[in-house]
């Protein structure tokens, strides 16, 4: 995380330099925060975003373990190794996402222009993604034995579902880079709360009745939820036009 942080802070100040010429970078924070009105509240509910989005996949072990054991934890931490690869991506892609959204609501505060770009968007995010989740699903048990050894070969089925949770959630990705870029990231945040506020109880009573398998579908129907949510709420956004 601290070399992740490092190396974007490198990286923009040499864009920075190279794409704004002679214009000093250093200043004082009040001049910024004097500069955009409301800019310190758009970072910390953006950041709160980003926070909640990262939640679910720290929450859910921990719950794995407290209804069935450190094993049935250590099976489901195995099998998100491999769908870690496409939630970083989806990040990625939102991140990439936003700086076009940005640019869309500067222009024409609707859902003229967004709409086609976000569904394009997510296309080349679905283009992207679907190869890894059919190598998942294919060589899932030598991953999770490469992974974890042997005793982790039950692992596979549930790596499958995690993958394909993983893939919705990068509509949720997508959906929230567009809300943040309208000036809106509190309903993101909304959005994320409540899904995981939903979902989360559920799971104790389905770990105890089909097993850590469960936890599979659960990723799933909450990353489908969540998506949907947000969806919904940037949908109600653009047809008002800019708040």
């Known amino acids: 995380e601290i070399a992740e942080c490092a190396a974007m802070w490198l990286f923009g100040i040499r864009v920075a330099r190279r794409e704004l010429g002679g ?3 250093r200043g004082r924070i009040e001049d910024a925060r004097r500069e955009h009105d409301g800019l310190g509240r758009f970072i910390l509910v953006a950041h709160g975003d980003t926070v909640f989005s990262n939640l679910s996949p720290r929450i859910v072990p921990l719950m794995v373990g407290w209804a069935l054991g450190p ?11 491999a769908a870690v690869v496409i939630a970083e991506l989806g990040q990625l892609l939102g991140r990439a996402a936003f700086t076009e959204f940005a640019r869309l609501f500067t222009i024409a505060p609707s859902d003229e222009h967004l709409h086609p770009t976000l569904w394009r968007t ?17 060589f899932a048990e030598p991953i999770a034995v490469f ?56 799971l104790p009573w389905l770990l105890g009745q089909w097993g850590v398998i469960a936890a599979g579908p659960h990723a799933l129907a909450m990353a489908v939820g969540n998506a949907s949510v947000l969806a919904l709420a940037l949908h109600l956004t653009t047809r008002r036009g800019r708040p």
């Open 23 to 25: 214009v000093r970078l």
């Open 71 to 81: 094993a049935a934890a250590g099976l489901y931490s195995v099998a998100h190794r």
């Open 122 to 138: 997510i296309a080349v995010a679905a283009a992207a993604i679907a190869p890894v989740i059919v190598l998942i699903d294919w």
């Open 147 to 202: 992974l974890g050894g042997e005793r982790f070969l039950a692992a596979a089925p549930l790596m499958t579902w995690l993958a394909l949770a993983r893939a919705a959630q990068v509509v949720t990705n997508m959906t929230g880079a567009a809300l943040v870029a309208a000036g809106r990231p509190g309903l993101s945040i909304a959005g994320n709360a409540l899904a995981l506020t939903l979902a989360v109880p559920v």
